[in-house]
Structures are given as structure tokens and as C-alpha cells.
């Protein structure tokens, strides 16, 4: 008989500025790894074209979102770029708990209110990465190259991406994007070894009488 350890899932919060590729990132693991879930955010952001409602983002008029924020429904929200986002309990506190990771894709004052929130199930659960691009005009190019905003909108954007990446500093990794393929590589090597983390491993209760032979 082998070993089976129960484990907490991980609640990874991803961040980086528009045009980093941290959305990609985060939809490519969960489409790969069946074991990673992308919790889908509200909105009162448009939807994009192609974007779709319950996929992309749950689309709330701001009255909707206002009402939820006073319910206490929201892990986490924030004002970015104009637009209300933020994250349900219900899309990460019951999957975590069954040992499921959840991957959300915030900013940085969504990333801030998560780590101080008081339970101390989501602190332990907690691994924070930053996504740097890797130089201002890859960044620009990026931005622009989505076509999906007007010129003011990516002026904000790109506003908004520089006072953000100066807070890289207060995430636990920092990822410099480069091909996708690079990018996703890392992603999953810091999954990976987060999973393999002893304090997140649980179920050890009569390990060594279960296998007196291994630990003998
Ligand atoms: P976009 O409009 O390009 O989809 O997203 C704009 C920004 O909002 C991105 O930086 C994204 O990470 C952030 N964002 C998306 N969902 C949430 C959320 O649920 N909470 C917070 N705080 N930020 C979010």
C-alpha cells in the first residue's frame, strides 16, 4: 500500500500589469491541470469582444456589484481602470478547503486585501506571483497590439501598468515574461514545488502505524 497524503489546495494569486500575459498564463495551467481552477471574477467592465459571460467574467451592472460588496460576497474588490472587479468566496473558499488549487488573476490592491485577510486558512494557502514584462516597449507593444482598447483607454492602461509593477517587490515570485512556453514552464515548476510543501500536507495521522516498514 502507498503512501496517500491529503494536501490544502493553494490559492495562487497571479498579478502583473495589462499586456504581461498573466490571464494566458493562468487559462493555460487550468486547461492543463485538471487539479488548478481559474476563479472567474465580476465585472462591470464591457465584455470584449469574444469574451463570454460566466467564462471570461461574470458581467454585473455596478448596481449588482454594489449590492454584493455590501452582502460581504466578495473575497476581495477593487477599482482598476475605472471598472469595479473583484472575486467571490464562493469561487475559492470551499475549493481550497477540498484540496483543489485555485489560480485568480488580480491586481495589486486585490493581491493586498487578499493577504490581509484574517482567516488564517487563506494566509497559509497563499503563494503570490508577479509577472515583469520584460522591457517598456515589449510592454507597449503588448498593450497595443491587443486592439481591443482606444487610445485613452490604453493610455490609462499603460499609466497604470508602471505604478503597478512597482510593487512587485511584495510578491513572494517574480516571473520575467518571455516566450509563453517559458513563462508557463515557470509557472508550473513554482505549482509544483508549493505543492510539495510539508506544511500543506495533511492526513499523516497513523502514517508511521500504517507503514511500520518504511518508517521502521
Ligand atoms: P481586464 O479588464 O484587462 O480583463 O483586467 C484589468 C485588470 O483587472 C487586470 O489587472 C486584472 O488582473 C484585474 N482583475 C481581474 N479580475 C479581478 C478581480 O477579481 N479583482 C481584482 N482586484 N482585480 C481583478
Not at 488564517?120 to 516597449?137: K, M, N, T, Y
Request: aromatic residues 6%.
Amino acid at each position: 500500500m502507498s503512501i496517500e497524503l491529503q494536501r490544502r489546495g493553494i490559492l495562487c494569486i497571479v498579478s502583473g500589469p495589462s499586456g504581461s500575459g498573466k490571464t494566458t498564463l493562468c487559462r493555460a495551467l487550468s486547461q492543463a491541470d485538471p487539479l488548478c481552477d481559474y476563479a472567474v471574477s465580476c465585472t462591470t467592465r464591457q465584455p470584449r469582444s469574444g469574451e463570454e459571460d460566466g467564462k471570461d467574467y461574470h458581467f454585473l451592472d455596478r448596481d449588482d456589484f454594489e449590492e454584493r460588496t455590501t452582502r460581504g460576497e466578495f473575497l476581495e474588490w477593487a477599482e482598476v481602470h475605472g471598472n469595479l472587479y473583484g472575486t467571490l468566496k464562493s469561487a475559492v473558499l470551499s475549493r481550497i478547503s477540498r484540496g483543489q488549487d485555485v489560480l485568480m488573476d488580480i491586481d495589486v490592491q486585490g493581491a493586498r486585501l487578499v493577504r490581509k485577510n484574517p482567516d488564517p486558512a487563506i494566509a497559509e494557502a497563499i503563494v503570490d506571483i508577479f509577472i515583469l514584462p520584460p522591457s517598456r516597449e515589449e510592454l507597449k507593444r503588448r498593450l497595443s497590439g491587443r486592439g481591443t482598447e482606444d487610445s485613452d483607454q490604453l493610455a490609462l492602461r499603460m499609466t497604470n501598468a508602471l505604478e503597478e509593477m512597482r510593487h512587485w517587490r511584495d510578491y513572494g515570485y517574480t516571473i520575467v515574461s518571455g516566450s509563453h512556453e517559458a513563462d508557463l514552464h515557470r509557472f508550473r515548476a513554482i505549482v509544483e514545488g508549493e505543492r510539495c510543501r510539508t506544511r500543506r500536507l495533511h492526513g499523516d495521522d497513523g502514517l508511521v502505524e500504517e507503514h511500520p516498514d518504511l518508517f521502521a
